[in-house]
C-alpha cells in the first residue's frame, strides 16, 4: 500500500515537476532581469549616459558589431524551413476489395498452395488486424494472379497518377511549377523510371532534379521527404519538390508454400501517396521540424530479417525472420535516442540522464526511464506494417489507445500499403477532426536493411474537411478489433 501510494503522489508531483524545469530559464531570466532594472533606476539616465559616453570607440562598434554580425551569419547559415503544401492519398476503388472469403477461395484453388498453407494463411489473416475492405490490384483477382510486367505498370500507373491528380487538384499547383520529383517503390523498378513515368504523363520541366528510390523497404517514404528536404536546400527559395511514395503488389505475389514468406501475401495490399513540399510556407499546412534516421545494417540478423530470396522451388518472395519484432525494437531504441533530445521538453531529459547516471552506478539494477513522448507530440502515425508492429510500439512508448488508433485502423480498412501508410494515418487524424493548429505529429516508419526512420511535423492549418481517403467510410470508425486468440 505504501509503495502504490508514493508512486500516485509522485505522479501528482510530475506537473509540478514538469512546469518547473521546463520553464527554468523563465524562471531565472525574470530575476536577473528585474535586478538589472532596479539597478539601472536607481543610477539615473544621466549616470547611464554618462558611463556610456566612457565607453571607448573599440568597445562601443565591438558592442554594436557583434550581436549584429552574430545575427546576419546565423541567418545565412540556418537551414531553411520546409513546409508541406498538402498531401493526397490513392482512393481504393471497390471493385478491388478482397474480403478473406475470396482471398481464401483463390489461394484454395490455386495449386500452388497446398491445404496446409491455406489453413497457415486462413490464422494469419484472422489475427493480422486487416479488415474486409483491403484491396488489391486487378491483376491480384485472376486466377492465376498475373504478375507480368504489363500489368504491374498498369498498377503503378493507377495508384501513382490518381495520387498525384488529387493532390494537383487539392492545391492548384501546375505540373510545371514542381522543381524536384521524389519517388520511392521498393520492389518494382522498371525502365524507364517511376520518374521518367510521372514526368512523361504530366509534361514536367525538363531541369526537374528527380529521384527514383528502390528497396529501400517500408520505411522510404521518409527517406524520400528527407532527400527532397535536403534538395530544397539548394534549390531557389520558393521551389516545390513532389514526393511520391508506393509499393507495387502485383509482381511479388509470392506463390510457394513457404511459411516465412507467405505473411506478406495477407498483409500487403495496394496503396499509394504523394506529397508537396516546398520552403514557401504560402498555404502550407504542416511544418516539416526535424527527420531521423536509423540504420541497423552492419548486424547480420538485421540485414536479414527482411529478405527477398527464392524458395527450393524457385519462387521469389520476402522471407520475414521470426526476430524481426526484437530488431525493430533495438531500431526503435536507437531512433528515439536520437530523436529525444531534439523534441522532449527539458523535465524528460533530465530524467532520462539522471536514469542513464543511475543505471551506471548500480551496474543496471534498476529499469531504464522510458522517456515520455507524449509530451512532445500530440500525434502518433506509426507504420502499419501490422498488429506486432502496432502492439510492440504502443508497449515500448506507453501509448495509449486512442494515440495508436490511427495506425490500426489504417490496417483495418487499407492494410499495409508500405511507405504510404504513414499519410493514410495522418489523413485519418485528420477526418476524425482532431488536428490542432500547433500539434505536433510524430511518424514512425520502419523498413528492410534493417531501417527505423521517423519525421515530426508541426500542424500550421489543419483539414477544413474529411475529403480523402477516408471520405466514405471514417463515420463508420474506430471499429472494435478483436483481440488475438491464443492457441
Known amino acids: 500500500m505504501s509503495t502504490m501510494g508514493s508512486s500516485a503522489q509522485l505522479r501528482r508531483l ?4 514538469q512546469l518547473v524545469v521546463n520553464n527554468i530559464l523563465a524562471i531565472v531570466a525574470v530575476p536577473l532581469a528585474a535586478s538589472v532594472l532596479l539597478k539601472a533606476a536607481s543610477l539615473g539616465p544621466e549616470e547611464i549616459l554618462a558611463r556610456a559616453l566612457a565607453l571607448r570607440p573599440a568597445h562601443m562598434f565591438l558592442l554594436a558589431f557583434l550581436p549584429a554580425a552574430a545575427t546576419v551569419l546565423y541567418l545565412m547559415l540556418r537551414p531553411r524551413a520546409v513546409y508541406l503544401v498538402d498531401y493526397a492519398c490513392f482512393r481504393t476503388n471497390p471493385n478491388c476489395r478482397v474480403p478473406f472469403a475470396t482471398f481464401l477461395e483463390h489461394s484454395r484453388v490455386w495449386p500452388g498452395f497446398d491445404e496446409r498453407s491455406v489453413r497457415f494463411m486462413t490464422r494469419l489473416l484472422e489475427r493480422s488486424g486487416l479488415g474486409e475492405e483491403t484491396c488489391l490490384p486487378y491483376a491480384q483477382h485472376y486466377i492465376p494472379p498475373s504478375r507480368d510486367l504489363e500489368s504491374s505498370r498498369a498498377e503503378a500507373e493507377l ?8 493532390l494537383l487538384a487539392k492545391t492548384g499547383v501546375s505540373p510545371q511549377d514542381i522543381d524536384i520529383l521524389v519517388v520511392n517503390c521498393s520492389l518494382f523498378a522498371p525502365t524507364p523510371s517511376f520518374t521518367d513515368m510521372i ?5 514536367l520541366r525538363k531541369d526537374v532534379r528527380n529521384v527514383h528510390l528502390s528497396g529501400m523497404g517500408c520505411s522510404a517514404g521518409l527517406i524520400s521527404v528527407e532527400l527532397a528536404r535536403n534538395l530544397l536546400q539548394v534549390a531557389p527559395r520558393g521551389a516545390r519538390a513532389l514526393v511520391v511514395s ?23 495490399r495496394m496503396g499509394g501517396a504523394a506529397a508537396l513540399l516546398s520552403t514557401s510556407g504560402a498555404g502550407a499546412r504542416f511544418r516539416l521540424a526535424r527527420v531521423v534516421r536509423t540504420l541497423r545494417g552492419a548486424s547480420d540478423s538485421a540485414y536479414r530479417c527482411v529478405y527477398q530470396e527464392e524458395d527450393d522451388r524457385g519462387n521469389v518472395g520476402i522471407n520475414l525472420s521470426k526476430d524481426l519484432m526484437n530488431i525493430a525494437g533495438d531500431a526503435l531504441k536507437a531512433n528515439i535516442t536520437a530523436m529525444g533530445p531534439l523534441v522532449l521538453p527539458a523535465s524528460e531529459q533530465l530524467l532520462f540522464a539522471l536514469s542513464f547516471i543511475a543505471r551506471k552506478v548500480l551496474n543496471n539494477r534498476i529499469k531504464p526511464y522510458i522517456p515520455d513522448f507524449r509530451t512532445a507530440f500530440e500525434h502518433f502515425c506509426i507504420h502499419a506494417g501490422g498488429r506486432a508492429v502496432i502492439d510492440e510500439l504502443q508497449r515500448s ?9 490511427a495506425s490500426r485502423m489504417t490496417l483495418h480498412r487499407f492494410g499495409n500499403t508500405s511507405s504510404s501508410s504513414l499519410w493514410y494515418e495522418l489523413a485519418y487524424i485528420e477526418a476524425k477532426g482532431r488536428m490542432r493548429t500547433g500539434d505536433r505529429v510524430w511518424m514512425i516508419g520502419f523498413g ?23 471520405a466514405n467510410c471514417i463515420h463508420r470508425y474506430p471499429v472494435h478489433i478483436p483481440d488475438v486468440l491464443k492457441h
Not at 159 to 166: E, K, L, Q, T, W
Open 14 to 17: 510530475k506537473p509540478l515537476y
Open 397 to 405: 512508448l506507453t501509448l495509449s489507445d486512442e494515440q495508436v488508433e
Open 159 to 166: 495508384v501513382i497518377f490518381s495520387a498525384i491528380d488529387d
Open 246 to 268: 508506393t509499393e507495387t503488389i502485383t509482381p511479388n505475389y509470392y506463390m510457394g508454400r513457404e511459411r516465412a514468406m507467405l505473411l506478406p501475401n495477407c498483409l500487403f
Open 199 to 203: 514526368m512523361h504523363r504530366y509534361e
Open 448 to 470: 528492410s536493411g534493417f531501417k527505423c526512420n521517423s519525421a515530426a511535423w508541426e500542424c500550421i492549418r489543419p483539414a477544413a474537411n474529411a475529403d480523402g481517403p477516408w
